[in-house]
């Protein structure tokens, strides 16, 4: 167990709605990671926060956006859903936020869009 | 971007064997991670190696960064040690980490 927890485990819904995907990094973190593993892309990097702020941003598309909150949890939305977006949704979580840090990952959000 | 080979892509050992999976990245990086990845998809760490050598029971991994290459030795493989290897890494002075494309191994009973 890594300590860094990830609700819900499965979420299956339809195309055009919109889901939020939930984060809360081990304790003692201040940075947060969001990444996409799908079938044809592999492990992406979206995006990064340290401290409430966005510090990093990848490939995340427009239909996407992410935030941290004060108490440090954090909460992937993905709207207008295509099928292409069906995937493993992976959080990680590190001390500094910073690229030496080591990362350890949740236990993922399988997102099924039909 | 910085670039991420992982080789072989795939691999079946005979339980009791050893293996040697490379990791190539094309610029200088300051983060290399190495993590397995279990058959129920929990990302799990290995090593935070961005040079040098360690060691952790059956497992270890050495990192030539002059080079840009990192190799995971998995010995007396196990049939638990089956799923997916990932290299990941971040560049010198960015913070976004790269993964590679991933080993794919299948250890046989």
């Known amino acids: 167990d890594s300590g860094v927890t990830q609700t819900p485990k499965h979420l299956i819904t339809a195309t055009g709605q919109r889901v939020t995907l939930r984060c809360s990094p081990r304790s003692g973190d201040l940075s947060v990671y969001w990444y996409q593993q799908s079938l044809d892309q592999g492990l992406q990097f979206l995006i990064q926060?340290?401290?409430?702020?966005?510090?990093a941003k990848g490939n995340i598309l427009e239909r996407f956006s992410a935030q941290q909150f004060p108490d440090l949890h954090s909460e992937l939305n993905l709207s207008s859903l295509e099928l292409g977006d069906s995937a493993l949704y992976f959080c990680?979580?590190?001390?500094?936020?910073?690229?030496?840090?080591?990362?350890?990952f949740g236990p993922g959000t399988r997102l099924t869009v039909l | 971007g910085i670039q991420v080979e992982q080789s072989p892509p795939d691999l079946i050992l005979q339980e009791g064997a050893n293996s040697t999976l490379r990791c190539n990245f094309s610029d200088s990086v300051n983060n290399l991670q190495w993590f397995h990845q279990n058959p129920w998809g929990q990302l799990i760490n290995l090593f935070y190696?961005?040079?040098g050598t360690k060691q952790n029971g059956r497992l270890s991994a050495t990192t030539v960064a002059t080079e840009r290459y990192s190799l995971l030795y998995i010995s007396s493989s196990q049939t638990t040690d089956s799923g997916v290897y990932f290299c990941a890494v971040s560049h010198t002075g960015g913070f976004k980490t790269i993964f590679g494309a991933g080993t794919r191994l299948f250890v046989k009973a």
């Open positions: 926060y340290y401290n409430g702020e966005e510090r």
């Open positions: 190696i961005p040079s």
């Open positions: 990680a979580s590190s001390i500094s936020g910073t690229s030496t840090d080591t990362q350890y």
